[in-house]
């Protein structure tokens, strides 16, 4: 649990010492925009994910594969020396909490409220809308929403805002009436 704080801490510093570079260079929508493309790289590519976070690999092969990737994908230059800096750093394992903190302090540069909503399947777009549409009215500002698939609740919804976290997820509800009938 140690690592996992003092990663997320790290993510945190270098968060926001690429928001205020790229604020100075008023770039945040471009950052942002590459930081997204990789967080969509990070989820989809295994190997990606191997080569950031396992010891075997050095921080030069790290920073050369991140490098290839952003050239790949024609990121902004400032994400580009961002990304080479964490690698040489010794720091390229915290880039997803990276990105999330960045995401974080742009959403809060822009007034908006981040949700991250989790459901067993995909939503349709309907469904999609009338989440988005009950965020809203429950936050009082539009809400840009992150949704995930976890076949794992089994049903329902979970919504993150913040550090809330409304839970109707059906294993939610299947875990309280086991433990409840465990205590009777």
Known sequence: MANDSQASNVGGRYAQALFDLANEQNQIPAVEADLKSLKAALADSRDLR???????FGSDDKGRGLAAIAAQAGFNPTTR????????????????????????????ARGAISAQVTTAVPLSAAQAKGVAQALRQALGKDPEIETRVDPA??????????????????????DSLKFALKRA
């Open 50 to 56: 191997v080569l950031l976070a396992s010891p075997q």
């Open 153 to 174: 609740i089994l049903g329902g919804i979970k919504v993150r805002v913040g550090s809330r976290l409304f839970d109707a997820s059906l294993k939610s509800k299947l």
């Open 81 to 108: 020396k961002f990304l080479g800096l964490l690698a040489a750093n010794g720091r390229a394992s915290a880039l997803l909490d990276v990105i999330v903190g960045f995401e974080r302090l742009s959403a809060q």
